[in-house]
């Protein structure tokens, strides 16, 4: 299908532009900043190319659009404030001289997992059965409720950051009470709405399994590649027992009670 060869074709080239950008500005935020804005496109691209119902496809456009402006808007407006994403820093550090190189495949790399999610929206929207069902409005309540629930978690974590009284080094206050990263994990949220739109009305959709890569996607880099992990040895560096004490009882991804 074209659209295959377009979209994976804009997100490499916006990956390169990425690469580019943190070079010469020095401040590793803008390539996620670069890659929401990238992903959320190449999903509307699926999304065109699709030819499911189009209650579904105007939904699945509604919340694409959404999450990728607030994700880059937030992830923008982060980067301009701050040095640089230690995420990333610590990864050049590792990489050493040969930084840049492996930077570049790196941010390739990213470039096939918005495409992964882009082919799952695809498959998602490509639903034929009519729109909405039961199904289709538990997936618009989960994606909801997803982004309200991380932008409360982001909105948390700055005004943390901006108070003059705060007594200790780590955010403990609302959502991140109760997880480690309450961002990542309404994140992860917010795509595992698109399997229910992809089975809603049990109409078989096109390659409907392909929207199950998702959920499973994010699941695998956020929890054990390029989210928690780097974030995570970057902060018991910085914050050393401080923050181990807040590994031991708050849990890391899902939320739930905190531990004695």
């Given at each position: ?247 031991r009882r708050v849990n890391a991804f899902f939320p739930g009670p905190g531990r004695r």
């Open positions: 299908m074209l659209w295959l060869i377009v979209a994976f074709a804009f997100l490499s080239g916006a990956m390169i532009a990425a690469w580019l950008v943190r070079r010469i500005t020095g401040r590793s935020g803008w390539i996620d900043t670069i890659w929401s804005a990238a992903t959320g496109i190449a999903a509307l691209v699926a999304i065109l190319a699709a030819d499911g119902d189009v209650g579904r496809k105007l939904a699945g456009a509604a919340l694409v659009a959404i999450w990728s402006l607030r994700l880059a808007t937030h992830i923008g407006q982060r980067s301009a404030a701050s040095i640089d994403d230690p995420r990333y820093a610590n990864l050049m550090a590792e990489w050493g001289p040969d930084a840049d190189r492996r930077l570049f495949w790196f941010l390739q790399a990213q470039a096939l997992a918005g495409f992964g999610l882009a082919v799952s929206v695809f498959a998602a929207v490509g639903n034929p059965a009519p729109f909405p069902s039961l199904l289709d409005w538990i997936a618009l309540l989960v994606a909801l409720v997803a982004l309200a629930g991380e932008a409360i978690a982001d909105r948390q974590l700055a005004v943390f950051r901006k108070s003059a009284n705060r007594t200790s080094t780590i955010c403990e206050t609302g959502l991140w009470r109760y997880s480690r990263h309450p961002n990542y994990f309404f994140e992860w949220l917010w795509w595992c709405a698109w399997p229910l739109l992809a089975f809603s009305g049990f109409t078989p959709a096109p390659a409907p399994a392909l929207s199950l890569l998702a959920p499973a996607l994010m699941y695998v880099l956020l929890v054990h590649v390029s989210g928690i992990p780097p974030l995570e040895e970057h902060m018991v560096k910085s914050r050393g027992d401080a923050f181990r004490s807040y590994q």
